[in-house]
């Protein structure tokens, strides 16, 4: 058939497509195993094919990787804590009813010479077969990682595991140049000469790196969990109140100001305050002197991180190029009005209906408000009292792809307002000081907008009431059809004027009806 998915040219991990139709909406449950120097992660995606949420997400911290560079083998006891793992996943698999389970092994197991007999204890005691990715594979599949979360992104995506790290080059939707290196922070713990030789082998692998990459001065994607750790940090000191890791965004001075808090902390009260576990908390301030040196050499432009990665990658490469052009914010959000909403579909007529309000904007601001209107009623269970807490919670908490934590807020503001009139007094403050006053004011008139649209129709398939906007007269106008002039009552009226209050604008009080 024309439209199947082919398989990757190099290999194909799921032994199967996933995506048969490149017009699916749907991804089933597919698990993935990613067997790293220093943990070994089992995620089952579920929900929407472009935007696939974490059914299932657990890791477990066995350090494979520790003690290879002196002893060449995987760390005994790390080796029996990633086997009883291993069982564990695929007693999960079964009992879940996941066809099989797609796993990779990275850095530790493809450089230990006793890597092929732990693949072969595994597959053995599991029935998993493992496939073994080389760094420059890793590096494709963690840039393809980034892609999935951030359409048209451009610059360099760094993954660092336990024993090595990659660069790669993404633009225009593509993987370009990528290179490995030895800079594990696993890896280099017991570098010969201590701190002085570790940061010397670092000083020399970036140079390596730089002159094989050349310039990179777009923005700097960071993947991998020792990164994550260090934004966590970054976070605390800042008071940074959003605490969602993907697309959090650093400067090179919050990095630098974060390595020098780093130095001056006492590491375990510090570890116990971000809540990260003792063996990643060991590995950050190696993670720190490689970041330093990154920034020192690559000079990009800002430095954001990506929960996405090698999993996610692997979701990626099976996906038709159609399916990678859709927006990722967009079908999440379908996907969520199909399960959850009361009037599947009603979202875009509500869309159509608040459009008026929103004619000249941005196309940024336009995939905002579309995903306000599909996702105005997903959170209708929720008790009526906290409905508006839990909308805002919904859009700045979920896995939603493809934005930034500005974008976040503001969709959550909107989505509040839809459910209530002030945002005064709620818990929600802080966060939304990452907004600035004229875009708090935009999403209070979307939800106000989208608060007053949900209220006019009976029937989702008849268009029954229409807004009149004029940004240049500042007036305001509703038109309703005849048989939908009863669903005007006292407080459709007070809806309409809290909306006209929040425009400024002034109301026409005829109502006219066709």
């Not at 698990?31 to 790293?36: H, M």
């Not at 943990?39 to 929407?48: E, H, K, P, T």
Request: charge should be positive; charged fraction near 25%; aromatic fraction near 6%.
């Amino acid at each position: 058939m024309d439209d199947l998915v082919k398989p990757s040219e190099k290999w194909d991990p799921f032994e199967r497509p996933l995506f048969d139709n490149p017009k699916a909406r749907d991804l089933s449950r597919v698990g993935v195993v990613d067997i790293g120097s220093n943990s070994v992660r089992l995620v089952v995606f579920d929900g929407a094919a472009r935007s696939p949420a974490y059914f299932f997400n657990e890791k477990v911290m066995c350090a494979l990787g520790a003690g290879l560079a002196e002893s060449g083998k995987l760390n005994p006891d790390g080796r029996l804590r990633a086997l009883s793992a291993l069982r564990r996943f695929c007693t999960i698999a079964k009992g879940i009813g996941l066809p099989s389970l797609t796993a990779v092994a990275t850095a530790a197991v493809r450089e230990a010479s006793d890597g092929n007999d732990f693949i072969a204890q595994v597959q053995s005691e599991t029935g998993l077969k493992i496939h073994v990715i080389d760094g420059e594979e890793e590096a494709r599949l963690a840039a393809q990682g980034v892609l999935l979360g951030w359409p048209g992104s451009y610059g360099l995506v760094c993954d660092i595991g336990g024993g090595s790290m990659e660069l790669a080059e993404i633009a225009n939707g593509q993987v370009g140049q990528r290179v490995t290196s030895p800079l594990g922070p696993l890896k280099l713990i017991n570098v010969p000469g201590g701190k002085k030789g570790r940061k010397a082998v670092i000083a020399e692998t970036l140079d390596h790196l730089r002159d094989q990459m050349g310039p990179q001065s777009d923005r700097l994607f960071l993947v991998g969990g020792s990164w994550r750790a260090l934004a966590r940090i970054d976070m605390h000191r800042r008071g940074y109140p959003l605490h969602v890791m993907h697309e959090y965004q650093m400067t090179a001075r919050d990095v630098k100001a974060t390595l020098r808090y780093i130095e001056d902390c006492d590491l375990e009260a510090l570890r116990q305050t971000i809540r990260v576990t003792q063996s990643r908390m060991a590995l950050v301030p190696i993670a720190a002197e490689i970041l330093k040196g990154l920034l020192k050499r690559f000079k990009p432009h800002d430095i954001a991180v990506s929960s996405y990665g090698i999993r996610e990658g692997l979701l990626y490469e099976q996906m038709p190029q159609a399916m990678r052009d859709r927006d990722p914010l967009i079908e999440s959000c379908h996907f969520a009005e199909r399960k959850d909403a009361r009037l599947p579909g009603f979202g875009m007529r509500l869309h159509k209906f608040i459009s008026p309000l929103f004619s000249k904007m941005s196309p940024s601001r336009a995939r905002l408000v579309r995903a306000a209107c599909l996702l105005h009623d997903v959170s209708w269970r929720a008790h009526p009292d906290f409905r508006a807490e839990v909308c805002f919670e919904y859009a700045t908490r979920a896995n939603l792809g493809g934005l930034s934590h500005e974008e976040r807020i503001f969709l959550g503001l909107a989505l509040l307002h839809r459910y209530r009139n002030s945002r005064a007094g709620t818990r929600f403050e802080e966060l939304l000081t990452l907004l600035d006053e004229a875009n708090q004011k935009q999403a209070e008139i979307l939800g106000k907008a989208m608060r007053l649209g949900a209220m006019l129709w009976a029937d989702p398939d008849d268009e029954t009431a229409q807004l009149h906007w004029s940004a240049k007269t500042k007036t305001l106008s509703l038109t309703l059809t005849a048989e939908a002039s009863p669903l005007f009552g006292e407080v459709a009226e007070a809806r309409l004027n809290s909306l006209a209050a929040s425009l400024d604008a002034k109301l026409r009080t005829d109502m006219r009806l066709t």
